[in-house]
């Protein structure tokens, strides 16, 4: 199976830290994407991670763990505009299509 | 140029009718796909082209027809659609089509089906 679990909303306050977790069966996906997607907009690319381990980008991390089908996306110094929706998505297979969950919906708090 | 573009922005439609949305690159990529998103669900993949070719059609209704015409353009014909269609359509691209390509999204035209 390819399911793909991570948390429907968290809130955290402007400046701080967040880690929004992912789940997913080890089967069937070679890496994770992360992407942020504003209400009414487009996802737009934050990461991608196919290897053990973290990825860091200015205040944006993600770290993956394959052999524990579970990656995380952390965001620091946050700021409103950061309020948004944060997809993991698994990536291969034989077409090496996405498969999307249901995203988590950030809310930043002043 | 980094910019997917898709037109038109908003789209209603009766169910008799018939339209297309259109989608259009110009970064050389040479995967485009569609993508349907209900609100405040993950987009849905629904078509994948690669090299022009139609590589993955995920059990989508006939309702639906994708065209590639050439390497910057997709379209998504629409005809005798149901309300239950009506959604955000999303089109992307990446570069190959490869493991690990990032894919880049356009705006999306929202669809009403009446």
Known sequence: ???IDQP???????????????????SGFNG?????????????????????GLEEKGRFSSFLSRSKGYSYLLLKELQMKDSASYLCAGSGGSNYKLTFGKGTLLTVNP | DTEVTQTPKHLVMGMTNKKSLKCEQHMGHRAMYWYKQKAKKPPELMFV???EKLSINESVPSRFSPE??????????????QPEDSALYL???SQEGREGDEQYFGPGTRLTVT
């Open chain 1, 8 to 26: 429907t909303e968290m809130t955290a306050t402007e400046g701080a830290i967040v880690q929004i977790n992912c789940t997913y069966q080890t």
């Open chain 2, 91 to 93: 089109c992307a691209s």
């Open chain 1, 1 to 3: 199976g390819q399911n």
């Open chain 2, 49 to 51: 082209y690669s090299y």
């Open chain 1, 32 to 52: 994770l994407f992360w992407y942020q997607q504003h209400a009414g907009e487009a996802p737009t690319f934050l990461s991608y991670n196919v290897l053990d």
């Open chain 2, 68 to 81: 590639c015409p050439n390497s910057s353009l997709l379209n998504l014909h629409l005809h005798a659609l």
